[in-house]
């Protein structure tokens, strides 16, 4: 079967720095993304790795390790807005971009 | 750009009804999605079209779901009859072509919330 694993909830306080970590199991493997969605809004794009190391965009990073199965999530310079629902998500085929979602990691900054 | 749009943003019917969502894909879009989102977790894939054709519906529950992308365009969703369980959020998503630079990039709508009583 497939399972992604993430925490269910973290905390920080703002200007921190935080980690979400995500493992998985899956048939396939062609790449791992991220998402972020705030209460009652739209998942929105975060980040994507298909190949081993880390990937950096702004204040965000993602890493991702294929022969265990891990990546992680890297947020910094924490900022009330970054409070939000953060999932992780296998692209499990070479085809069409299937996406199979984890649980998600609800964040919460605090002042 | 337009993003992926709706509607409704909200429904409420009581059990055994029908209802149907309704998804307008950012222009040029070949692949949409539907998913279904529980509260508290993660969106799980419905039903994905490539064009007009499906590429996967593997779990969607055809004994009461059914979906339908006639022109390649927009897409339809609908639930009959609708049970308990059905309670969620119900997302569209779409993805540029296999050759874009945003391949792997899903851009979802809004979604729509459905309360079934």
């Known amino acids: 079967g497939q399972s992604l694993e993430q925490p269910s909830e973290v905390t920080a306080v703002e200007g921190a720095i935080v980690q979400i970590n995500c493992t998985y199991q899956?048939?396939?493997?062609?790449?791992l993304s991220w998402y972020q969605q705030h209460d009652g809004g739209a998942p929105t794009f975060l980040s994507y790795?298909?190949?081993?190391g880390l990937e950096e965009t702004g204040r965000f990073s993602s890493f991702l390790s294929r022969s265990d199965s891990y990546g992680y999530l890297l947020l910094q310079e924490l900022q009330m807005k970054d409070s939000a629902s953060y999932f992780c998500?296998?692209?499990?085929?070479?085809?069409?971009?299937?996406?199979?979602f984890g649980t998600g990691t609800r964040l919460l900054v605090s002042p | 750009e337009a993003g992926v749009a709706q509607s409704p943003r909200y429904k409420i019917i009581e059990k055994r009804q029908s209802v149907a969502f309704w998804c307008n894909p950012i222009?040029?879009?070949?692949?949409l999605y539907w998913y279904q989102q529980i509260l508290g977790q993660g969106p799980k894939l419905l039903i994905q079209?490539?064009?007009?054709?499906?590429?996967?519906d593997s779990q969607l529950p055809k004994d009461r779901f059914s979906a339908e992308r006639l022109k390649g365009v927009d897409s339809t969703l609908k639930i009959q009859p609708a049970k308990l369980e059905d309670s969620a959020v119900y997302l569209c998503?779409?993805?540029?072509?296999?050759?874009?630079?945003?391949?792997?990039?899903?851009?979802f709508g809004a979604g729509t919330r459905l309360s079934v009583l």
């Open positions: 998503a779409s993805t540029p072509s296999v050759g874009s630079s945003a391949k792997n990039i899903q851009y």
């Open positions: 899956t048939s396939g493997f062609y790449g």
């Open positions: 790795n298909a190949l081993d």
């Open positions: 998500a296998v692209r499990d085929q070479g085809g069409f971009q299937k996406l199979v």
């Open positions: 222009s040029g879009h070949a692949t």
């Open positions: 079209f490539q064009n007009n054709g499906v590429v996967d």
